[in-house]
């Protein structure tokens, strides 16, 4: 149980464009989801709460504009790159709590920007 | 002041070794505490959660000390498999989950 799916595992971008990642709880609800993304070699940096029906709360340096979060239903969230540049190049992991004690990863989102 | 920090390594022990990680936190009210593994370019995964009292699972003992606001990871009879990147996660009263920066493990033949 407490299945975390995310999709793609990997996207490579033109310098522009904008990409979306899909974060899906399979096998339970979670009114909130997590999006980190995590550079060579560093750890996880969380980026933002997603809270399902409300707006996303983000981490303090984190553009909301540029990373737009949409948590429109109890099992999907999605983190959309928008106009993305090779900075953004980077491992966004969402993750989602089913209970007080720790919470599941998504196989991540390799993100190229050429 | 980070919320949580950990020696980030690397650590290089031969096989059989044994090898302990700390992690310190800094609020006094976090309430739960967890070590994840990280394989490299791979999301993290659950290693065990750390209670109070300390627990076991096989080669691998996790420890709290609420008082200094530690946790520990020690892993017995290092193989060649433990080899990866260790996070030590923190769950604060505001449900966040704070991550330290990781420790690095590579298990030599």
């Known amino acids: 149980g407490a299945v975390v799916s995310q999709h793609p595992s990997r996207v490579i971008c033109k310098s522009g464009t904008s990409v979306k990642i899909e974060c899906r709880s399979l096998?339970?609800?979670?009114?909130?989801m997590f999006w980190y993304r995590q550079f060579p070699k560093q750890s996880l940096m969380l980026m933002a709460t997603?809270?399902?029906?409300?707006?996303?709360?983000?981490e303090q340096g984190v553009e909301k504009d540029k990373f737009l979060i949409n948590h429109a239903s109890l099992t999907l969230s999605t983190l959309t790159v928008t106009s993305a540049h090779p900075e953004d190049s980077s491992f966004y992991i969402c993750?989602?709590?089913?209970?007080?004690?720790?919470?599941?990863f998504g196989s991540g989102t390799r993100l190229t920007v050429v | 002041r980070k919320e949580v920090e950990q020696d980030p390594g690397p650590f290089n022990v031969p096989e059989g070794a044994t090898v302990a990680f700390n992690c310190t936190y800094s609020n006094s009210a976090s309430q739960s505490f967890f070590w994840y593994r990280q394989d490299c370019r791979k999301e993290p995964k659950l290693l065990m959660s750390v209670y109070s009292s300390g627990n076991e699972d096989g080669r691998f003992t996790a420890q709290l000390n609420r008082a200094s606001q530690y946790i520990s990871l020690l892993i017995r009879d290092s193989k060649l498999s433990d080899s990866a990147t260790y996070l030590c996660v923190v769950k604060n009263t505001g449900n966040q989950f704070y991550f330290g920066t990781g420790t690095s493990l590579t298990v030599i033949p």
């Open positions: 993750s989602a709590s089913r209970s007080t004690y720790g919470y599941t």
């Open positions: 096998d339970f609800q979670a009114t909130t």
């Open positions: 997603s809270n399902e029906g409300s707006k996303a709360t983000y």
